[in-house]
């Protein structure tokens, strides 16, 4: 466990550095390929993930780092406005120490807030969408980029009414790239189960 502990450490490590580079660097063409699919951007979020699951059962341990968690989050949004609005511009999609650092909280407040939520009555029915969607979760993450948030999205959004209007813009992003990117593995996992199992990693039904 110790061991693995400090593999995720340095996953952190190794994950920032490269936020920092990629930050200073220009995002366009072959290298932005490249960029989003350099698995050092992501590789903390996966080591911790590891690591939490074999250090603690269930989610219950990040309950008293809900609040710390929220105001830290809230520290690096007002830093993220800052940047955009005084600090020479905001960060290219997740390419800023300030969205990762964001990124890097969310992995524990968003299951202190479920777990907070778990306790109250309405709970159930406000997650239900989420569950619903937790089967296609991994599957949309796989097929988003580059063809429903990339192709899909600079033809029917980002040169659109929209795109002098930042957050109208993100906005307007996320919503086509996450409803065609759904539709997409809803469509393969009714039409083809198989391959979407395999394939695409649609979790199957519960019994």
Not at 95 to 116: M, Y
Request: aromatic share 18%; hydrophobic share 55%.
């Amino acid at each position: 466990m110790r061991r693995l502990g400090w593999l995720t450490l340095a996953a952190f490590a190794a994950n920032l550095a490269t936020i920092i580079s990629y930050e200073h660097s220009t995002i366009s063409g072959d290298f932005a390929l490249f960029a989003y699919r350099n698995p050092l951007v992501w590789v903390f979020s996966f080591s911790f993930g590891l690591y939490a699951s074999r250090r603690w059962r269930g989610i219950d341990w990040t309950a008293r780092w809900l609040w710390p968690g929220l105001a830290a989050m809230a520290a690096v949004f007002a830093w993220y406005l800052w940047q955009g609005e005084e600090g020479g511009g905001y960060p290219v999609s997740y390419f800023g120490v300030s969205v990762f650092l964001f990124g890097c909280l969310s992995l524990v407040v968003f299951p202190a807030a479920l777990h907070r939520l778990r306790a109250v009555r309405a709970g159930e029915f406000v997650m239900a969408p989420a569950r619903a969607l937790g089967r296609y979760a991994f599957a949309i993450y796989l097929v988003h980029m580059p063809l429903f948030i990339g192709y899909i999205t600079m033809t029917f959004v980002s040169d659109s009414v929209v795109k002098d209007d930042y957050w109208d813009l993100m906005n307007g992003i996320f919503v086509v790239g996450l409803t065609t990117a759904l539709a997409a593995v809803v469509a393969a996992d009714l039409l083809f189960p198989k391959f979407a199992r395999v394939f695409l990693g649609v979790e199957p039904r519960a019994a």
